[in-house]
């Protein structure tokens, strides 16, 4: 079974007002949860996950969200992976500059700017895992599983 998720990637430290600022919302952290649970097309509406290292932070999103990461003073990330519908979405920016975006639907490219990270033909999936690996550098590819996430409502 393939993945319908969304999410951002950032480079870096954040704290909860970074991440509130960055969806135009207040969060507020109730539960623990697994890889599993974070990924899972069934979520509760107005959720998030969060897994978050020194080095950075994963957010998983509500599936087909999309926020303005464009004023964003770091290096992020937005994704989004839909195996089932075959579309993916990714798009990176470093101190508000577009690096790279890439837009995938059942066989066509509709945007491709920039270059790096992606290239036709590669399996998104994995280079945003790939990408986890680099941003959060905790071996996310090998450990994914066995990662706690913080669940917060929006």
């Known amino acids: 079974m393939g993945y319908n998720i969304a999410g951002m990637l950032i480079k870096g430290e954040t704290d909860q007002t970074i991440i509130e600022d960055l969806l135009d919302a207040k969060i507020s952290f109730p539960e623990e949860i697994n890889f599993e649970d974070a990924t899972t097309g069934d979520r509760e509406e107005n959720t998030i996950d969060i897994l978050q ?18 004023n964003f003073e770091g290096e992020i990330i937005q994704f989004i992976i839909s195996d089932i519908s075959d579309t993916y979405y990714f798009e990176k920016y470093i101190r508000g500059k577009l690096d790279r975006k890439y837009i995938y639907s059942q066989g066509e490219i509709s945007e491709d700017e920039g270059s790096g990270i992606i290239k036709e033909g590669d399996d998104l999936e994995h280079a945003i895992w790939q990408q986890a690996d680099d ?4 071996n996310f590819t090998e450990n994914m599983f066995d990662l706690q996430f913080k669940r917060y409502h929006l």
């Open 53 to 70: 290292t020194n080095f950075g932070t994963l957010i998983f999103t509500e599936f087909g969200s999309l926020y303005d990461i464009s």
């Open 135 to 138: 941003f959060l550098q905790n």
